[in-house]
């Protein structure tokens, strides 16, 4: 159960966040990107073993999302910051 | 087996009457199961899974292979208790208490299916998989099974209620031995707040059994006062460390002997701990000789602790065989309590220890290991030979035989933490390799063996747990007298005995050879073995078995026992009640269900509530003698000509405000928003980033800087958090903020013909007309002197107007409104109703007519993906080969060609290709539709549109039968629309 | 050596010492003609069929670890075929069959017991969806049935028919010919199988990168030495992405753990594999005496093999509110396996970016069930290049054209 520093709260557990996926750049205009691209976008993900970008919502508290920077094998968490904050 | 007249501190005034597979037996109040079946001579408790050999009680706790029972009780609240595979170790006895044995018939005493053990030969390991092939592995499963399993479910209710608890702390010491206790002593003294955890009932751990002197005093007044002196720490005894989870979050299980009437007795724990003092002790092992798994063969230690706990003397002539000096206490305490006792040592020079015990009466055999015991219920003689000459062979009458084959560390919870073993030759033992991050080891687990060592290293511990949290403690550590290092331990595994059957694993049945015969068909990984042989699969979970399992291994595959490696000890540490588990998260509280504000007025009117998403809901109100199905038809045919009332709170009212909102919602709506003007309304749809339909919903646009979103009931959550997620990810500077509102306000909908005329009997300042309300507008005002709103949209087809007040006046307004309707025949109308009327209109129902495919086109509006600019929420994806390809499915109506069948939802509708069937859609909406006098349709179908347009008629598939229907253009009443603005 | 009854009282004679080993254990030769990474159920029945059906005998598997110590022996063990789309129903009926006979064809007891899978319906609603699932899959040919409350009942009397029942049962549909199968087995039989038919199968070498000349595969690089290949398979459940990332391409593909967990063994009483849709929780009770059951997964992505213990609550307490007489019974052991998962959650079979390598992955929670389908389909494309008919709609370029096959948006059935 991840012990997890929202950048609003502070360390908070586990259930009160929501996992918002891996962060994908979304490419626009949509008249302009290619199928290949598009696609990419909505469903290729790098899914590292290891540290791992990923947004997570505190959902059962302040209700922001943000970055979070997680080991994918050991569960540690590497950092958290606020979206936009330099990465 | 008897129970001495003396010593121990078991309470030998308090009698508990408890039964052993109905007869009758006396226990005393502090006794286990265990003991006070040991006390009353009880040998054989249990049988073997596979070839149900008599098992007696080998340990004394956790350990425990082989008494596992069933247990039937009554607790203090006279409620009628079962646990079905009870481990009679740790069960603390209980007045009334009837115990059984799970594993044989008639008893486990007298078990006919012992028979199976005459054809153990034919019976190896993983037998099953080389047969029952032919004819059909269907005609031997049931026989099978009916041979497995240990105990039996009762199937009656278990009214209990069980409890979660959720705690931090600074320090969490796992283990309240002189280890533990020195280390919470120590970090305590630091005022940190200490979480104390024992899984036994008093503090002490080893210190109740081998006693021992502490800073010049007995040890259990060291303990008390250690305990007494941790009045600010949280102290759980009888209480279980089952795992380690991520981030020093740790499972608990306390067993509470105290609960209150109606509560379990067990209850879960999530402790978050900033730093872990794990001093969790160390299992003995069992020593491989033929014939060991007999009743009466049981641990050294585990003969100690019942000798000196309960005073229960589990031998009178026993034979002590041991690797190591640890059995040399069990011993001492035999002899002194007058039992007759030979040791086997394996060691050709066993040491001092060997000498104390020779003064003190017993006969050593140094060299010698045990090599065989007789006697089916229970030992009669032993056999001992030189470890050197196992032929030459002395049999002894024995009626005990105490084997340590050397301690393993419970590294249970350090392995699941993360942290690796390293294997230790002169120990022989798997210890900690090095702590992990926040966490001390000390004890037996760090591979302590004197008291002095175990207090030492508790002691620095504690302190180590301190400093890593900035604190620092000046505290004499506790001392216990120095005692001479012992004899070094010899590592013994099997005897290499041709022709024997030796256990390993006692409850699985699991033997030597059987590890023979997985290394000799290259079953040669150490998971392999395990799969294969079912080693340590057991309700012990291997806890005796494992290193023993793997030393046998590494011997006949040729490697060292580091090079075969160990399983992963997976939690729980001991198996945990499936109810402590789920806590209270069940039957309503499983998942909260919600009600409405005026949910009493609902039932008052007699309607017949149904779960709807995460809400409870009318599905209509049927009147006294008539069925739903009728009601929902008189509700439908009274909206449509009189009015009728229909409670809509629970649908979605999300506020969004700021200058920048209608730029926002125009990038997240499917349809056109920044155009809406104030005061108007347009229904619109929103899509995931994939192109599919999330929810559909009316927009409302209050203000230019303020929206009201009208999301259906149960997606609300998902489109806040939608809104959210692409405002602070994707369009962070625009000035736009949310808000949820569904429960703050009551919204009511008065639909029908007559709906103005019963709204103009309501006292609100809002004009009504069509020309100030028009269909598809709202209107802020006082509504009966509250602040309130009204809204004409309409799900019905009808005239309709929604009313919003503050939710606490929802059930008044209910009220109100009916009374204000009567002469207008208003009638209360719920959600099956609302659907035959919109479902007559076509209107779609999100997640019913839709599914996670649709894409907006699929439903007939292709509108805004032309027409609109900017790169909305799943715009890109409308685009793709698959959101273009001319085949899709449409959503079209269906006409029945029997009016007076209506075809049920899930009906398909199939083209035969290549003699085969194939589904080109299926029926997502069904009713009779009271404004046709027929059966209607809606649903998804393959080139729906084009089908309609040419009036094709479909074959029906539901469960075999056919029908036909007509394809038609979704809407079946008033296409133009009249009735909404007329 | 044949196992039968007859061969057991022989070795019975003789103390058990005279069967030879299930497989060798081989070292790595320099080249094979084709190279299948990931000794899991899959890649095992990929190089069986490759050797029976195709004949190709220079074949090799690569395992990291243990063979079968994957996901196949780490998963719940439920095979079954009632599957919603054509292209799905397909596949699973496909692996459904060939699990049929599969003990025979591998003379290797994988005790499959058909013993039926139930699938609940816990409203009105939930019971249309479910006629709409049961229609599509008598359409597609999956012989199965719908069940009243009081049918569900009579099959499963300890469901919660209690008045306190949070998710009252309103029917539900049977699948008779699901079941489960002993998942070792599984992978030891084909292991077993593919082994005498002349596969190397490698444990304890891990795949360190491809050697790729052209676009095209040529050989594999391994912590036991480089090895050439024709052709290469990837199955490797989990890893997946680590295998692709090697190979210089990324996938469609999150890693999560699942968790599977198991009681204390009983005595019979439970005769059918039951699923909870509400719950998201499937059981059933092991030949052994065990209840064995899952839930959804975990929350975020993970390559840890463990699962974390909200979740297990949660799958313990949509158990108990189907089976309320399983509340005094007791947990005993709870693991994870790491799942593929693909947007659609269904798998990926077919050529890879690179050239001469093909996949098979993505099967998310599901891949036991489809093993000799997903073996199958892998030895078709290693030995001719080209997808069978079956695996054709599961190709990587799916998720370009957006053709997704997407059995839970279709149908509502809990994976």
Redesign the interface.
Known sequence: MLLIPCPWCGPRSEPEFQFGGEPATRPVPAAEVSDAAWGAYLYVRSNEKGPHRELWCHAGGCGQWFLMERDTVTHAVLRTHKPGAAA | MRRLPDGSRIARAAPVAFTWEGRPMQGLAGDTLASALLANGVRVVGRSFKYHRPRGIFGAWAEEPNAILDLSWQDRAGIARHDPNARATMVELLPGMAARGVNGWPSVERDVYGLIDLAHRFLPAGFYYKTFMAPDWHRYEPGIRRMAGLGRLHDSADPLRYETRHAHCDVLVVGGGPAGIAAARAAAASGLRVMLVDDRAAWGGSLLWQGGTIDDRPATEWVADSIAGLAEATLLPRTTVFGWYDHNALGLLERRTAAAAGWAEDRLWHVRARQVVLATGAIERPLVFPDNDRPGVMSAAAVLQYLREYAVLAGERVLVATNNDTAYDTVLALCAAGAAVTVADARTDPGPAARRAAEAGARIRAGSVVAGVGGRRGIRWAEVAPLASLSTRERLPADLVAVSGGWSPAVHLFSQSGGKLRWDEAEAAFLPATPRPGQHLAGALAGAASLAACLAGGHRAGLAAARALDRHVDLAPPRAPDTPAPAPIQALWHLPLRGTRQWIDFQNDVTVKDVALAAAENYASVEHLKRYTTLGMATDQGKTSNVNGLAALAAFTGREIPQVGTTTFRPPFVPVSLGAMAGLRHSALHTPIRHLPAHAEHLADGAEMREYGVWLRPACYPRAGETVAQAIQREAAAVRTQAGLFDGSSLGKIEVHGPDAAAFLNLIYYNEVATLKPGRIRYCLLLRETGTVLDDGVVARIAPDRYLLSPSSSHTGAVLAMLELWHQTEYPSLRVAFHDVTAAWATLAVSGPRSRDILRRLHTGIDLSDAALAHMSLAHGTIEDLPGRIARVSFTGERSYEISVPAGYGAALWQHLLTLGRDDGITPYGIESLSVLRAEKGYILIGTDSDGMTLPDDLGMSGPLRAKKVDFVGKRSLLTPDATRPDRRQFVGLLPADPGFVPAVGTHAVVQEGGARRSIGWITTSAHSPALGRSIALGMIERGRALADAGAEVELFHLGQASRAVVTAPCFHDPAGEKLHG | MR???L???K???S???G???????PEPKRSYDAVIVGGGGHGLAAAYYLARVHGMRRVAVLER??L??GNT?RNTTIVRSNYFF?ESARIYDFALRLYEGL??EL???I????RGVLNLAH???DM?????????M????IAVE?LDAKQVRAEV??LNF?P????PIHGGFVQRRGGIA?H??VA??YARGADSLGVDII?NCEVTGFRIEGGRVQGIETSRGAIAAGAVGLSVAG?S??LAGLAGF??????YALQAMV???????LNTVVMSPA?GMYVSQS???ELVFGGGLD????????G???V???V??????MF????????????AGIVDV??DYSPIIGPAPVDGMYLNCGWGTGGFKAIPAGGWLMAHLLATGRHHDISAPFDLSR??????I?E?????IAH
């Open positions: 196992y039968s009854f061969q057991l009282l070795q019975g004679l103390g058990q010492t069967w030879p080993p299930a497989w060798r254990s670890g243990w079968g110590g022996g054509p003990s025979k003379n290797f007891n005790m499959l017991s058909q409203s009105e609603h249309e969806l479910m006629a709409r699932s049961v229609n599509a008598l359409v597609n040919g719908l009397p300890l209690g306190g029942a949070r998710y002993r070792d087995a030891w039989g444990q890893h992405g680590v990324r996938l469609p593909i999150q890693s009681s204390e063994p009983l005595k019979p009483m719950t030949d052994k005496g929350l975020y992505p993970s390559y840890a093999q463990r974390n213990l909200p297990e609550q949660t313990v307490a949509g158990l108990l509110e309320p007489a399983f509340r005094r019974l007791k947990l005993l052991r709870q693991w693909c947007w998720f370009t054209t957006g053709r997704l997407d839970a948006a279709g149908a509502a």
